[in-house]
């Protein structure tokens, strides 16, 4: 799900606007507007975070309600995913609902003797039950939110053959796609089409020359503000997340830097901004 600095980035980019054609209109730091653009909004003064944000959505002619409508839908279901399943909790207390009615039938029998014999297999019981219900229903879940569109998969076949005494057996596999990089633009932004990569896609940013850089990648597993190469840490790899059909790697410069996806070297001679530099990927 987009968040403010996706849509603020995308129109910039839309408008053939550059970080510094901004800070000329709004006097706002490109500091800022980068951090902004990140989703970094804790880099920003408090008290002019608000400010900066407003005058950055007019000069692109963005309304400020609608950007705010974009953060709480995001962080409402950034919410939602980290409340989990309550499944677990029905279990336990369906688990002590059970102890609770078993208690009671042995009171009322009066049978000492039978209830120190039967109750534990009879919890134990109940509570195998509910817990292959549950792992059940997690396992239909998994199975309901697979994306049969996306499922590509290569097959192999054999053959056996046995005549009189003697058997022999080959076997085929179609052989998997080449991977290739189609590169686009120049400037400030690069647009790179990624076919028949191998899942997952890593993406290794490294020193090529520069003593120090900055970059981050969205739908990757690393955080939001990114990560800074220098001495004694020249690179870094990330993978993009599961499924993901696009990411914006963000350089702090492109000067001195290198950039593979998938293992294949990503041409950056076209990236010519003396600051900040996107490179758009498409994932087919």
Do not use: C
Not at 14 to 21: A, M, N, V
Not at 66 to 87: K, N, P, V, W
Not at 163 to 168: I, K, N, V
Not at 190 to 205: D, Y
């Amino acid at each position: 799900m987009k968040r403010i600095g996706d849509v603020l980035r995308e129109t910039r980019v839309k408008q053939g606007l550059t970080l510094e054609d901004i800070y000329k209109k709004t006097r706002v730091p490109q500091a800022y507007l980068l951090a902004m653009e990140l989703n970094n909004f804790e880099a920003l003064p408090k008290d002019e975070e608000e400010q900066a944000l407003s005058r950055y959505a007019e000069i692109l002619n963005l309304d400020f309600d609608y950007l705010m409508q974009i953060e709480r839908e995001y962080q409402a279901e950034r919410s939602s995913l980290m409340l989990g399943d309550e499944t677990a909790l029905t279990l336990a207390e369906a688990t002590k609902q059970t102890e609770r009615r078993f208690k009671e039938r042995s009171s009322r029998t009066g049978s000492k003797d039978q209830n120190l014999s039967y109750y534990p297999l009879i919890i134990l019981g109940t509570i195998a039950s509910l817990i292959l219900v549950f792992v059940l229903y997690m396992i239909l879940q998994q199975v309901t939110s697979i994306d049969s569109s996306e499922s590509s998969s290569s097959f192999s076949s054999s053959h056996v053959v046995t005549s009189g005494t003697s058997s022999q057996q080959t076997s085929s596999s179609t052989e998997s796609p080449t991977p290739t990089l189609s590169v686009e633009g120049g400037g400030e932004t690069l647009t790179v089409t990624a076919k028949n990569m191998s899942q997952p896609i890593t993406i290794e940013v490294s020193l090529d020359g520069a003593s120090e850089a900055w970059f981050s990648v969205t739908n990757a597993d690393i955080d939001e503000a990114g990560i800074i190469l220098g001495e004694g840490y020249p690179s870094h790899t990330v993978t993009l997340q599961d499924g993901v059909s696009n990411a914006v790697i963000s350089l702090g410069s492109a000067d001195g830097v290198s950039v593979k996806i998938g293992g294949q070297a990503v041409d950056l001679s076209s990236l010519s901004a003396t600051d900040a530099s996107y490179i758009t990927l498409n994932i087919e």
